[in-house]
């Protein structure tokens, strides 16, 4: 039997890579090696999923800060101080990578710094230094995209925009996904002048069309500028600032832009070619309902197959696949049904199950119920901010294939709910349940009145 340095070895040690690490190494005798050439803890970690979350927690302090008047709170002058948020949120993804770097240790997985390239079905080379497995897991990630056109070399990435020297007071975002409307309204929230460039009729594509236009009118009434329809043609330095030059014709005078338009699999220079390792016209590797590739030896997961791109996918995937590889057990297939979402802009968005919009195309009939209202928070404040929540039922099962909501803490609210939509549970089943009150989140199992069929 031909021996190997180790029985997997993990290229990429994000999410979905160190959690493939370390239950591989958890099955006894399982030797696991992890290569890594960037940032331990992956995207979500440190140019993600965390540190966006830490920043939307602090632009929202403005409204709170304004919302406490209404409640009797006098409050001085309050100014932003940028470097304190910068500085502070760096020195906890520190102490997360330092986390990550223990776990990973404490599992008795080895780490391996550098660039790993698949040089053999199985074998990676890092460096001057070639390691051998039985199996290979590639789990490398998304990198952001951005277009060509003039001055595109001036923009950020979700990389870089964390670290900034000095706060924007004029920021533009380019693109219209999650990304996107997230650090628009981010920058808007610590108090930029905050623009939005995207190139179709309304941002976040894909979600539920009513939770679209909701938000759309919650963020024109915060004072963000929306530029739909539109697309850059050129950026140009102007001093310390940028000339944004659109499509349309007009101008705008900014000092910073973040380019959001998507991201590509993090592939380049990982030796896929050499192996032979098939992926499609936009880099995602082709894996089967194992994490396959077309190499029996290698497998591939998270970002960089093209599957949603969600930090709990990843690590759902990891735990499959392990257990599949390694527990003697019988076989488990991912169910990528009613995986819950959520958008942490202001107001947040969360959903889970079908939009409106899929769930007419799939069945014959269903029931709509709709609530707007303006929280009880935002009353004695005087905030004008509503919230959206939406329930989608089929009718000839009474099941509820959809749960949608705009407000605050609506990724709180829907984990929960997703719960139920995963379980199959009826628009009875939710009437049935007492809600809490006086909450948002009774709105859920007190929606009696139906909106539309």
């Not at 390239?117 to 199985?122: K, Q, V």
């Not at 039985?134 to 001055?151: C, D, K, Q, S, V």
């Not at 076989?331 to 995986?339: A, G």
Request: glycine share 10%; charged share 25%; net charge negative.
């Amino acid at each position: 039997m031909q021996t190997y340095d180790y029985d997997l070895l993990v290229v990429g040690a994000g999410s979905g890579g160190v959690r493939a690490a370390r239950m591989a190494a958890s099955h006894e005798g399982v030797r696991v090696g992890i290569i890594e050439d960037r940032y331990w803890g992956g995207t979500c970690v440190n140019v993600g999923c965390v540190p966006k979350k830490l920043y939307a927690y602090g632009a929202h302090f403005a409204e709170d800060l304004h919302d406490a008047a209404g409640y009797g709170w006098k409050i001085g002058d309050v100014s932003f101080h940028w470097p304190t948020l910068r500085d502070n949120r760096a020195a906890e993804i520190k102490r997360l990578n330092g986390i990550y770097n223990n776990l990973l240790t404490n599992s008795g997985v080895e780490r391996i710094e550098g660039r790993g390239r698949l040089t053999g079905p199985n074998q990676v080379t890092v460096g001057d230094h070639t390691y051998t497995a039985e199996r290979i897991l590639i789990a490398t990630g998304g990198w952001p995209f951005i277009p060509e056109f003039e001055g595109a070399e001036h923009c950020l990435t979700s990389n870089e925009v964390f670290d900034l020297e000095t706060f924007p007071k004029r920021f533009l975002v380019y693109g219209g996904g999650y990304i996107a409307v997230e650090f628009a309204s981010i920058f808007a929230g610590l108090g930029a002048e905050s623009h939005l460039v995207y190139r179709g009729d309304l941002f976040l594509r894909g979600f539920d069309q009513e939770v679209r236009e909701f938000v759309h009118e919650q963020l024109d009434q915060k004072g963000m500028k929306l530029h739909f329809n539109d697309t850059i043609e050129r950026i140009t330095p102007k001093g310390e600032s940028y000339q944004v030059t659109l499509s349309s014709g007009h101008t705008l005078e900014v000092d910073a832009v973040l380019c959001a338009t998507g991201r590509r699999p993090n592939t380049q220079n990982l030796g896929l070619e050499e192996v032979g390792v098939e992926y499609d016209a936009e880099g995602n590797i082709r894996v089967d309902a194992t994490f396959c590739t077309n190499i029996p030896s290698i497998y591939a997961l998270g970002d960089v197959t093209g599957g949603p791109q969600l930090t709990p996918v990843a690590l759902e995937e990891a735990m499959v696949l392990t257990h599949n590889l390694f527990s003697g057990e019988t076989l488990k297939v991912m169910d990528y049904d009613n995986i819950a979402t959520a958008v942490f802009c202001q107001p947040n968005i969360a959903t889970v199950g079908l939009s409106e919009e899929e769930a007419r195309a799939r069945y014959d009939n269903i029931r709509v119920y709709v609530s707007r209202f303006r929280p009880m928070r935002n009353t004695l404040a005087n905030n004008p901010e509503k919230s959206l929540m939406k329930l989608i039922v089929d009718e000839a099962s009474d099941q509820v294939i959809g749960a949608h909501m705009v407000g605050p803490d609506a990724g709180e609210i829907i984990q929960g709910l997703a719960i139920a939509v995963k379980a199959k549970l009826t628009k009875a089943d939710f009437d049935a349940t007492v809600g809490i009150h006086p909450t948002a989140a009774e709105e859920f199992v007190t929606l009696r009145s139906l909106t539309r069929r």
